[in-house]
């Protein structure tokens, strides 16, 4: 997989998490390579959602596209 192809399922991945949770960011959802729990932690705070439940949304959105 190319970093191209990789930035391309991310940014799909967004979009689906941006549906669940509309009050996100782009900000929020900037992912940095080895920045797995900050990015966990944006979401749970701007969400409210339990750490495993922004973990299982970002699973399954990650799915919607291919990319796991």
Same mark, same amino acid.
């Given at each position: 997989? $190319? #970093?191209? &192809? *990789? /930035? !391309?399922? @991310?940014? *799909? $991945? +967004?979009? =689906?998490? /941006?549906? /669940? @949770?509309?009050?996100? $960011?782009?900000?929020?959802?900037?992912? =940095?390579?080895? #920045?797995?729990?900050?990015?966990?932690?944006r *979401?749970? +705070?701007r $969400? !409210? &959602?339990?750490?495993?439940? =922004?973990? #299982?949304? *970002? +699973?399954?959105?990650?799915?919607?596209? !291919?990319?796991?």
């Amino acid at each position: 997989m $190319t #970093k191209l &192809e *990789i /930035k !391309g399922d @991310w940014n *799909i $991945t +967004k979009g =689906v998490l /941006k549906q /669940k @949770w509309a009050k996100l $960011t782009d900000d929020d959802l900037q992912y =940095v390579e080895g #920045k797995n729990d900050e990015l966990l932690g944006r *979401i749970q +705070k701007r $969400t !409210g &959602e339990s750490r495993e439940a =922004v973990a #299982k949304a *970002i +699973k399954d959105a990650c799915g919607a596209c !291919g990319c796991k």
